[in-house]
Structures are given as structure tokens and as C-alpha cells.
């Protein structure tokens, strides 16, 4: 029962990892940028929706309904000016860039807010649980978050596979140039991919804060575990990155079992052994062409 | 004017749609095109050739927005659009059949052509026209374009190019890495785009081809035009002149593929 428990527990933890990473996936698969400010944003919008949300009456529980429309439009606007120009040098200045901004959103948190822990109180909610049996409870928050990171990537890849958007996202992350000369703008998918990227964060970045308390420096080590989920599952597969958290989560659970100092050890052994095994991911592809 | 230029485009006016005055690109320190004047109008087609290296490929990415002139003028219709970019050049009505296809390798042919058909203009192609000219692909349209062969691809490049209504059509070196009963096959449908009334710019290395289609012909050597004419009224000598330098001083080794 007690093996039931972890994987259960890792599972659920596992899938907040996929939410957190399919953004970073997807910036990578179409934009080639490494997002190393990923990670901060996330944390950018738990603070968000503490400090600003409650400007507009709104309970914490509902931030998402401000803070996910505002990321996307705070995405596709980084990405038109800032990282636009980044990319049109070269990729080591988009790496720099984005490590840039991690460093001045961390200290700009931290100058502001002060390094105290926050988290975003959603009342009596986040305590209700479901009782499957004697020895296993699950919080009804953490199912939550499973749901919602299994819709967001079961819609983005709907949206991916079956919209013209969608079809010219893909056809630019191939081949930028031909897609221009298909007539289409890539500047303006770049924002629509970075939209999308920046909104799932923000949505991931509250689930974190409300199951758990977070710092200005907080998002280092959620990019690491993003990261990991990337490229266990592949690079540029959405599903990929979907089992690549999951299964992520469950090792760290696997680790934690036998001694809970080796919680994130267990993670890095298993993203070492795929890395290993199967450079390319899980469901990655070889590169060809 | 020749009598081919008359039998194709009847009834289409006479003022170019798309004029290049005095072109120049330069790759870095090299200059791979040199003052290159060239026009196209509607229904009719033009072959640039030249052997490898001669500007040929860069004239046309110039063209279509790919790389910035150093001096000269592009205009299509009467406006000046050497500012213009990539995307918006198609939606004026020019678009190219890239050298090397440049498929959307994770796409499926049908998805490929639909990405061309997106910010297509007012026009007689369209997904279904391409099904008719190209018969086989309708039952081929779910599959990757990885799984087709080189003929195969090429024509689904073209259709995509097609789709988005171009009044000026751009191929690039369309017979690279193909057997020649697939170039012919190939070059069977341009005369079938041109009666649409579509400009054709081509870009070939085969000769033959390219003489066998063409309304006109602008040899390049160089970065420089070496010789402009109607392909009836040219000596194949005079173009083997053209192609490789008079004097053949250039150290070219092979004759043209004629």
C-alpha cells in the first residue's frame, strides 16, 4: 500500500511539473530559446496574485482569471521587443537575456516584497480532502492541479494539431524561413508561442502558491525540475513532457521513500540514467533532416 | 517581342508586374549580385541560368525578402517593396518555390499546402485545384512529407508556393537531385500555371529545361548578366559563352548540361 501511496503522491507532484515545463517545451520546440527566466515568472505571478489581484476584488482562489490573461499579454510583448531583438543577434544572447531578466526579476522581488515567504491563501479549500482509504488521502487541491495540467496540454495540443494557428506555430518551429515565405509572419506566432508559454506559467505559478510558501528565489530549483520534465519526455513533445513530469515526480517520491533527504536526488538520478539511455527523451525524436 | 510570348499571354497587359532595376546583394565582402536589371510580366516565364555560384539563388531570395539588396530597386505592380518584408511580399502576390523544397518536415502534405493557403489572395488555386493538377496526392494527403519521394515533395512545394495565389511565381532550381523523367514530369505543369496568366522567374542549372520553357532568358555570370534573350534566337554557342565567360577562362571543366 505504502508503493500505491508514492506513486500516487508522485504522480499528482509529477503533474505540476508538466504544467510548469509545457511552457518552457513549447518556447524551446518553437523559438529555440532557452527560457532560464521561466521559472521567475512563475513566481512573478504568484506575487501577482497576491499584491494585485485583490486591487480588483477578486478572490485569491479566482486569480487566475486576471493573472493568466495578463501574462499572455505581458508574453507576447517580451517577446516582440525584448526577445525578439535577442533572437535576431544570435542564440547566446537569448540565453544571456533571458538570464538577465532572471536576475533582475529575483532582486526586484526581493527589493520589493522582501525575502519573506509568501503563499496565496485560499482559505479552507486547500485543507478538504479525499479519503480513498485508511492509509491514503489525497487533497482535493493536488487533483486539481492534475486536472488542469491535463487539460492545458490535452487543449494546447488540440489547438496545435487542429487550428491554422496551431498548423503555422508547427510549420514555423520547422522551418521559419519557408514559413515566411508562405506568407507567414513568424514574429507574430513567436508572440502568440510566448503568450501561450507565459500564460501557462502563470497558472502553474499559482497552483505553487497556494500548495506551498514561496520566495523571490523560488524559481530556480522549479526551472531545474522543468528542465528535467523537458527533456525526460523529449524535446518538443507535449505528451512527452506531460510523462516526462509524471514519471520525474514519482522518482523524487521513490527517492523520498527510502530517506526524504533523497527526495531530489532520486529525480536527478533518473533524468541522469534517461540521459544516459535515451539522449533524446522518452518521446523525443532523433534529429534527421 | 517573340511569337511564344504572344501564344501564351494573349490577353494580358504588357506592363511588367515585377521590375528589378540595377540589383545589387552582397554576401559580406562578396558581391553575388552585380547590377542586375531583369522584368516580369504576367504570363510569361523567365529562366535565369548561370553555373553554380553565379547569383542565380540569391537573386531570387532578394526577390522575395530573404536577403537585403546593397543598392537597386524592386518594384511589383509600380510600388517599390524592397523595404517590404518576407510575409507581406506574399501577400502582394509574389511567392517562391525554395531551392532544396523546405517542406514542413513534421507536417502532413495537405497541412503543408494548407500553411501556404493561409494568407492567400483572390485567385484560381486552392486546395482542391492542387488535388486536380497533382492526382495522386489527394490519397497521399494525410501522409508526412518525409515518406514521399524527391518528385513527389518538389510538387507539393510547389503547390504550396501556388495556393497562396501568387501573380508572380519564383522557383528555385526546381530539377535539383531528381532523375530527369521527374524534372519533365515537373516542367510539364508549368505551362498549365503560366495559362492561369502567373509570371514565372525560374532559376536552373539544366539548361535544356530551362530553354524548353522559357518565354525569355537571362544568363548570369558572376553576379552579372551576361546575356539576355528569346531562346529561339539564341546560338547554343553564344550560350555556352554566356554561361561560362567567353573565353572560357574560368576554369569551368563541364559544358552546360545542353
New interface residues.
Partial sequence: MIWVNTVIEGVLVGSFYALFACGLSLMFGVMKIINLAHGDMAVVAGYTAIFLVPKFHVAPVWSFVVVVPLFALVGYIVQRTLLQKAIDRDPFTTLLVTFGLSVIIENLLLEIYTANGQSIDIGILISKSWQVSSTLTISYFSLVVLAVAVAVLLSLQLFLSHT?TG??I??V???R??????????RHIFGIASAIAFATVALAGIAYGISTEFFPSSGGGNLLFAFEAVVIGGIGSLWGTLIGGVLLGVSQQLGAHFSPAYQVLGGNIFFLAVLAVRPQGLFGKRTE? | MSDIVSMVSYEHPRSPLLEVVDLTVHHGQLCAVDQVSLSVKAGEVLAVIGANGAGKSTLLRTIAGLHRPTSGSISFEGDDISKLATHRRVRRGISLVPEGRRLFASLTVEENIKVGAQSAGPGPFNLKAMYELFAWMPERRNQKVGQLSGGEQQAVAIARALVANPKVLLIDEVSLGLAPIVIERIYEFIPRIVAQGVGVLLVEQDVTQALAVATRVHCLLEGKTSLVGVPTELSPAAIEAAYFGSDMAHGAVDGPTT
Fill in positions: 491554422g498548423r503555422q508547427r510549420a518551429s520547422d522551418d524561413e519557408a514559413a515566411q515565405l508562405c506568407g507567414t509572419n513568424y533532416m
